[in-house]
């Protein structure tokens, strides 16, 4: 099946750990996206790569970590440096200046 | 700076209404695009359209049609005789240059329509 997958689905953090969200795609698209949505707002970004092994940061980088050592592969680390972690958070993926995304990471901090 | 305002937090209709969700954009950039995504329920978002700022000629695609007006910078989404599963929230969003030659994607508030049987 093609598409982007993320996983897991809901995640539940204690505070002061660092957890890591998988996106993954088989679209073949050179572009990957994290963003972070918060209850009745829009979407912002995180970070973002446009080739493997490079990635520039968002307007909300803080408390944040990615890497991109393969095309498919695109993991947010969301690290206890980030004052408050719970949001709905959205990988996507880009071609000709269309965004797809994934269907997204729950993340709860008990 | 550029900003997308979609003025209609929440919207309620009964079925088979025609509906229009509105969206407002601010942009400097003479070439760019704008979007329209719909996030189900289920939260991932769902890519509807995509409209080039040179091309300002209406389109349709079923029950949806989009209005595209740069006089007044809007960007407008109608769906004709709504459906239960028309039920989600809708986001405009506008792209702009950012850095390293990649197009940023600015994201209004969302609406919220919900479609009553």
């Known amino acids: 099946d093609g598409g982007i997958t993320q996983s897991p689905k809901y995640l539940f953090r204690k505070e002061g750990q660092n957890v890591t969200l998988s996106c993954e795609q088989n679209?073949?698209?050179?572009?990957m996206y994290w963003y972070r949505q918060d209850p009745g707002q829009g979407l912002r970004l995180i970070y973002y790569s446009q080739i493997v092994n490079d990635f520039q940061k968002g307007d909300i980088a803080e408390g944040y970590s990615v890497s991109r050592e393969k095309k498919e592969s695109f993991p947010l680390t969301v690290t206890s440096a980030q004052k408050n972690p719970t949001a709905f958070y959205l990988c996507?993926?880009?071609?000709?200046?269309?965004?797809?995304f994934g269907p997204g990471t729950r993340l709860t901090v008990l | 700076a550029q900003k997308v305002t979609q003025a209609q937090t929440e919207i309620s209709v009964v079925e088979k209404e025609d509906v229009t969700l509105d969206c407002v954009y601010e942009t400097r950039d003479t070439t760019y695009y704008l979007f329209w995504y719909k996030q189900p329920p289920s939260g991932e978002l769902v890519f509807l359209i995509r409209r080039n700022s040179f091309d300002e000629q209406n389109e349709i695609s079923g029950r949806y049609s989009w209005n595209f007006q740069k006089s007044t910078s809007s960007f407008n989404f109608t769906i004709t005789a709504s459906q239960v599963v028309d039920s989600a929230v809708y986001f405009c969003?506008?792209?702009?240059?950012?850095?390293?030659?990649?197009?940023?994607?600015?994201f209004g508030a969302g609406t919220r329509l919900a479609v009553h049987p």
């Open positions: 996507a993926t880009g071609l000709a200046d269309t965004q797809y």
């Open positions: 969003a506008l792209s702009e240059p950012y850095s390293g030659g990649y197009n940023k994607l600015i």
């Open positions: 679209l073949n698209h050179d572009a």
